[in-house]
């Protein structure tokens, strides 16, 4: 079946660095996406991705749809504290299909 | 977009038991699904509520454990029966809606004891 595999597990960064997290599937995706999640909450969606080479930003977040399919990446500029959590990408094959989850980037800012 | 809420946000349940979690959409919805997220995983998809009929269960998980309705387009509720602390999750409704995009519930955190 489909499989995410999403990196890095786990980053710790300082407040201000640049965040950069990715993707990548077994097979084509036709839509990425991308949520956070912070502690005890729903996820969010940041952004939405629907067609191979698209780039969209959302403030500080810059997410690119590969133009494989079968990757996507997502990037934070200037990164601070309130980016603390769980981010996670999701793929969906064809419209009827069930989204894949990767396992998620937990994302720490040192003090 | 779509607006969801969960009902309770939070419960604190004793083996056994049966709790029942109302979720609803601020807009008609076709696709409804719920989520289990134990502690520090992913999200592990558990049905998908279909309108008018019996929701579609993924692999491991039963109607009998997990009975879902879903009366009309804005409205579902997942019971967890008969619990044991291995049920202790989050438990997450979940919408596509707008261009093939799915949204989120804050989520139930479920604690059994």
């Known amino acids: 079946g489909q499989q995410l595999n999403q990196s890095p597990q786990s980053m710790f960064i300082q407040e201000g660095e640049d965040v950069s997290m990715n993707c990548t599937s077994s097979?084509?995706?036709?839509?990425w996406l991308w949520y956070k999640q912070d502690p005890g909450e729903g996820p969010v969606l940041l952004i939405a991705?629907?067609?191979?080479?698209e780039l969209t930003s959302n403030g500080r977040l810059t997410a690119q749809f590969g133009i494989t399919r079968k990757d996507s990446f997502l990037n934070i500029s200037a990164s601070i504290p309130s980016d603390v959590g769980i981010y996670f990408c999701?793929?969906?094959?064809?419209?009827?299909?069930?989204?894949?989850f990767g396992k998620g980037t937990r994302l720490h800012i040192l003090p | 977009s779509a607006v969801i809420s969960q009902k309770p946000s939070r419960d604190i349940c004793q083996r056994g038991t049966s709790l029942t979690i109302q979720c609803q959409v601020d807009?008609?919805?076709?696709?409804m699904f719920w989520y289990r997220q134990q502690p520090g995983q992913s999200l592990t998809l558990i049905a998908t509520?279909?309108?008018?009929?019996?929701?579609?269960?993924e692999s491991g998980f039963v109607i009998d454990k997990f009975p879902i309705s879903r009366p009309n387009l804005t409205f579902s509720t997942l019971t967890v029966s008969n619990m044991s602390p291995e049920d202790s999750s989050i438990y997450l409704c979940?919408?596509?809606?707008?261009?093939?995009?799915?949204?989120f519930g804050p989520g139930t955190r479920l604690l059994v004891l």
């Open positions: 979940s919408v596509v809606s707008g261009r093939e995009t799915q949204y």
């Open positions: 097979s084509i995706f036709n839509t």
């Open positions: 991705l629907y067609k191979a080479g």
């Open positions: 999701a793929g969906r094959g064809n419209r009827d299909d069930k989204i894949i």
């Open positions: 807009s008609q919805v076709t696709m």
């Open positions: 509520a279909n309108q008018g009929s019996e929701a579609t269960y």
